[in-house]
């Protein structure tokens, strides 16, 4: 089964800050059809985790431009730029390109 | 709006079997894959099973960890989708979240599972 790992585990940010949170995963994530299923998601604290970014950097309906996705291959980025504090919570990046999906471990992103 | 409700979550004892349902509103049901996710108190998410639509074959796809004990199914004439869960373990104790692939996804709130003696 696929491997991704989170770096870091938590994440403190001051608000207005910016965030990198990695998913790196154990191999291609590239389909054969030429598209790579890399998605993002937050869930925030007592809620269901809700999509963010999906195939690596499209942000989904009604996500602000502050969330931006990137990466190829095995390494990607989501990026968070003027945290907000509506932001904070765990932040898990899936991979939907290999049977199973394998989630990340998470990336829990707190206010210093 | 789309949405999603989950049903049928409980305390239930190590290899007792139980159904989770999750009724689905405000698409076109029979075109959207669906799909369980759960997560362990205080743990992160873990996939569990998909179903794809008819012109797929309802094809079916587990998470190792639940493969041979697990059945998901869907009715697409009740918008329904189902998570057969049998002999389950002390593991499976879980929030189960009902999830529907629309170009993006949707969830639903969960449902919880105990699985305690």
């Known amino acids: 089964d696929v491997v991704l790992t989170q770096t870091p585990v938590s994440l403190l940010i001051s608000l207005g800050g910016q965030a990198s949170i990695s998913c790196r995963s154990s191999q291609s994530l590239v389909h054969s059809n030429g598209n790579t299923y890399l998605h993002w998601y937050l869930q925030k604290p007592g809620q269901s985790p809700q999509l963010l970014i999906y195939q690596v950097s499209n942000r989904f309906s009604g996500i602000p431009d502050r969330f931006s996705g990137s990466g190829s291959g095995t390494d990607f980025t989501l990026k968070i730029s003027r945290v907000e504090p509506e932001d904070l919570g765990v932040y898990y990046c899936?991979?939907?390109?290999?049977?199973?999906?394998?989630f990340g471990g998470g990336t829990k992103l707190e206010l210093k | 709006a789309v949405q999603l409700v989950e049903s049928g979550g409980g305390l239930v004892q190590p290899k007792e079997s139980l159904k989770i349902s999750c009724a689905a509103s405000?698409?076109?049901?029979?075109?959207?894959?669906m799909y369980w996710v759960r997560q362990a108190p205080g743990k992160g998410l873990e996939w569990v099973a998909r179903i794809r639509t008819k012109p797929n074959n309802y094809a079916t796809y587990y998470a190792d960890s639940v493969k041979g004990r697990f059945t998901i199914s869907r009715d697409d004439s009740k918008s329904m989708v189902y998570l057969q869960m049998d002999n389950l373990k002390t593991e499976d104790t879980a929030m189960y979240y009902c999830t529907a692939e629309l170009g993006g996804d949707y969830w639903g709130q969960g449902v919880m599972v105990t699985v305690s003696s």
């Open positions: 405000g698409f076109t049901f029979s075109n959207a894959a």
């Open positions: 899936l991979q939907r390109t290999h049977n199973p999906w394998t």
